[in-house]
């Protein structure tokens, strides 16, 4: 069965500070790979997804994250974080590509300081 | 072009009572995703509807719960007879196609039900 592992529930960064949020997944074939965003009261937005090709993805708002393989690890990163950032980020992987596969880790919630 | 939207955003209800919540999907998309966060987890795949049809209900409690997608009208998530654990979040999300590594899914702000 598939599993996403997201170790921190927590994380607080200083503003204009570097950012990864870790994400762990357990599959046994290529795995899809998404890492969505909710900021406060709305919903899910798609940062970035991974299917096959280039293991360095670039996504919305400055986001990237890179897939290892050997370490089954699909990292969210930003060089500089704003305070808009602050939300609860999801890491999810699928088998298809489709919503009806999709599991989801718990989430981070990222918090900026000033 | 209005985004995905669910209503209400917020329902209360006792235990026993029923709880409807809807969503209509952005404009075209025919495929409606049913998803529930329960607190402090990620989201868990409950449903997913085609215009008049059930595609995948695998995430769906085998009781009291059930979805529908008329052909006209918004998406239907009903869930009977309420008990506390119910109590989450339940965000939908809608795409085009329904299927495929390009496929995007458009979501929902989501109704936090609460049973008291």
């Known amino acids: 069965a598939q599993s996403v592992t997201q170790p921190d529930i927590h994380i607080t960064v200083s503003e204009g500070a570097s950012l990864e949020l870790r994400c762990n997944y357990s599959y046994g074939a290529t795995p899809y790979l998404f890492w969505y965003v909710q900021s406060p009261g709305q919903g899910l937005q798609l940062l970035l997804k991974y299917f096959s090709g280039d293991t360095l993805v670039q996504g919305i708002k400055g986001f990237e994250a890179e897939f290892k393989r050997s370490q089954s690890s699909f990292n969210l990163r930003k060089p500089s974080v704003h305070w808009s950032d602050a939300a609860e980020y999801f890491c999810?992987?699928?088998?298809?590509?489709?919503?009806?596969?999709?599991?989801f880790g718990k989430g981070t919630h990222l918090i900026i300081q000033p | 072009n209005a985004g995905v939207m669910q209503n209400p955003r917020h329902l209360v209800r006792r235990r026993g009572q029923e709880a409807r919540l809807r969503c209509s999907p952005m404009k075209g998309h025919s495929h409606v995703y049913w998803y529930r966060q329960l607190p402090e987890e990620g989201l868990k795949f409950m449903v997913y509807l085609q215009k008049e049809n059930i595609i995948d209900e695998s995430g769906m409690p085998k009781e009291r719960f059930s979805a529908e997608f008329p052909k006209e009208g918004p998406s239907i998530l009903r869930i009977q007879q309420v008990v506390r654990g119910d109590s989450a979040a339940y965000f939908c999300?809608?795409?085009?196609?329904?299927?495929?590594?390009?496929?995007?899914?458009?979501f929902g702000s989501g109704t936090q039900l609460s049973v008291l």
């Open positions: 999810a992987v699928g088998a298809r590509g489709g919503a009806d596969g999709l599991t």
């Open positions: 999300a809608s795409s085009i196609t329904g299927q495929g590594p390009n496929e995007k899914l458009f």
